[in-house]
Structures are given as structure tokens and as C-alpha cells.
């Protein structure tokens, strides 16, 4: 005879879930397998507020890959963080321009990861000047992620650190009224 669908739920174990270390050590959430073969592998996605308990990451998505299971503690790796598509959005006004930049970088350690980024401009501008802010913005991140390890990246883009040094480094071609991280997956 079949077993009923309550009964499978009597039968779940439940699994912590922690976020890598950057992000913190507390739980952020449970999530139900059968067995912890099933829950390696699974990717959790989550607001960022909820492990940096930071309104001014409201706006962030982050997913986590579950890589490793001790009891029923499940520890991840993070896979990506974007912001969301709204906020994004909100971003762009009438009389700006909008540079994106995607880059596949290597951190010191010879880790891939692709970044992209959005800088808004606070006047409107042609396209040689967002050629030139697109290519400054992307020798920076080059530059930048040649010398530090991913984690510290993911930080330096967290506590906005990274945001202060790119800014700087095109304020001579146009102003920027925004500069934003769009997407970081590793």
C-alpha cells in the first residue's frame, strides 16, 4: 500500500541552513530531505537583509548552493547575488544614460566569476564617453580582482568600499549619480 503524503512529511528530516562565512553564522533557514544525500546540491535563495540584517540590502537576492551536510547542520557556497529587477529599474531616470559592464574575472587564487555592474550617469551622454567610462570601470574590476580572493571582493562590493574606488576612477570622464552592483556569480 502507498504511503500518504503526510505520512512522507512525518518521515523529513529538517536541515539547518548557514551561509558561508563572509556572510555571517547563524541559521538563516530549515529546509526538509529525506536523507542529506538530497540535500547537497540544492540552491536556497534568500533577500541579502536577512543574513546582513542591513535595510540597504533589501534589495539583493543571494543564492546559496548547498555543498555539505554535517548532521543536520547544511553549509553552502554562494552562487550568486543580484539586486532585484525593480529596484534596478528605479535606478534609471529620464536625462541619464546607463553603462553595464560584464567581466569574467580571476581572482589571486584563480577562481572565475563574472561580475556585472550599472553605472547611471546624472546627465545624458554620448556614447564615446560611455565607451571610455565602460572600458575604465572594467580595467578597474580587472585590476582589482587580480588582487584580493573572491571573499573579499563579495565584501568589498557589500560594504560598498569597491563602489568608492570605481567611482573615482571615472569622475573625470562623467559624473555618475548611481553606481551599483548588478549581479556577481561564482
Known amino acids: 500500500m502507498a504511503q500518504k503524503s503526510s505520512e512522507k512529511w512525518k518521515n523529513k528530516l529538517w536541515f539547518n541552513v548557514y551561509p558561508p562565512k563572509l556572510l555571517g553564522d547563524s541559521p538563516i533557514g530549515e529546509i526538509p530531505a529525506d536523507d542529506e544525500k538530497n540535500v547537497v546540491g540544492r540552491v536556497m535563495k534568500v533577500s541579502m537583509s536577512w543574513i ?47 553603462v553595464y559592464t560584464v567581466d569574467d574575472l580571476k581572482d589571486k ?35 582589482y580582482a587580480a588582487g584580493k580572493t573572491l571573499d573579499e571582493v563579495t565584501t568589498a562590493l557589500l560594504d560598498n568600499s569597491f563602489r568608492g574606488e570605481a567611482v573615482s576612477k571615472v569622475t573625470n570622464i562623467a559624473r555618475l549619480s548611481k553606481f551599483e552592483l548588478k549581479k556577481l556569480e561564482s
Open 109 to 143: 587564487t584563480g577562481r572565475k566569476f563574472k561580475l556585472k555592474l550599472l553605472a547611471v550617469s546624472a546627465t545624458k551622454i554620448k556614447t564615446p564617453k560611455k565607451t571610455a567610462i565602460r572600458k575604465a570601470i572594467s580595467a578597474f574590476a580587472h585590476e
Open 52 to 98: 546582513t540584517h542591513k535595510p540597504e540590502h533589501s534589495f539583493m537576492i543571494v543564492a546559496l548552493r548547498i555543498t555539505d551536510v554535517n548532521g543536520n547542520s547544511a553549509h553552502t557556497d554562494l552562487k550568486f547575488i543580484e539586486q532585484t529587477y525593480s529596484y534596478i529599474h528605479s535606478l534609471v531616470r529620464r536625462h541619464s544614460s546607463v
